[in-house]
């Protein structure tokens, strides 16, 4: 972390979007917005869950492209998304400020891989009613309560890494690492809720 910057504030309190500096230039301007997650960002309270959502939503258009776009724009948002949250975290004048969300993004990119990839094959992806409704909000839901639980506790070697690392590198790798357990975890989440949901059903009939 550089000695200029100052250290991330207390996430457990409302903190205000640290502002962009009035003579930034205009491709600062796009890293600084990309950073907050086009905006994603900036509530004052819980900025990582309300990116988390606005990257859920900007990944839903993105997975109907298929899965192996999906996958792409995914890796390269993991890779560029250092240089981006790093500049950010610049601008700002704060080491890993709460209200930079690319992160967020990246990981729950990450996490979502497995839904793209059930629903790349199935007939008429590229619409979204084809999702086979509840289910696939079902899906979503899971890896958004996944990702955010090891986003915020942080389990090793999350907890590790984010502790020793700095820069880009370090704002971007604990949201990587969160989303690729979640990633790994979708299947047998999703096969003890749908389990759950049959015992219920047995139960009640």
């Known amino acids: 972390m550089s000695d200029n910057l100052k250290h991330k504030p207390d996430i457990k309190k409302a903190n205000a979007c640290p502002p962009l500096p009035a003579n930034a230039g205009l491709l600062d301007k796009a890293i600084y917005w990309l950073g907050i997650g086009l905006g ?7 900025p990582g869950t309300w990116g988390t959502v606005g990257g ?12 192996v ?14 240089w981006i949250c790093g500049r950010t975290s610049e601008l700002m004048g704060v080491h890993d400020d709460p209200h930079i969300v690319f992160d967020e993004w990246a990981g729950i990119w990450i996490a979502i891989l497995p839904i793209a990839y059930f629903y790349s094959g199935m007939p008429d992806y590229a619409v979204i009613h084809r999702f086979h409704g509840s289910t696939f909000w079902l899906f979503c839901l899971n890896s958004f309560l996944t990702f955010r639980f090891f986003d915020i506790l942080k389990p090793f070697p999350i907890s590790y890494l984010d502790k020793k690392l700095s820069g ?7 949201d990587i ?9 979708f299947m047998p989440i ?16």
């Open 69 to 82: 776009p999906f996958l792409v724009i995914t890796i390269v948002a993991s890779i560029v998304g250092i």
């Open 168 to 174: 880009g590198l370090g704002i971007m790798l604990d």
């Open 40 to 46: 994603s960002g900036l509530p004052k309270k819980a």
């Open 190 to 205: 999703n096969d003890l809720l749908f389990a759950l949901y049959n015992l219920i059903l047995s139960l009640s009939a």
């Open 56 to 67: 859920m939503l900007i990944a839903i258009p993105l997975m109907m492209l298929g899965f």
């Open 177 to 185: 690492l969160a989303g690729i357990i979640s990633c790994i975890i």
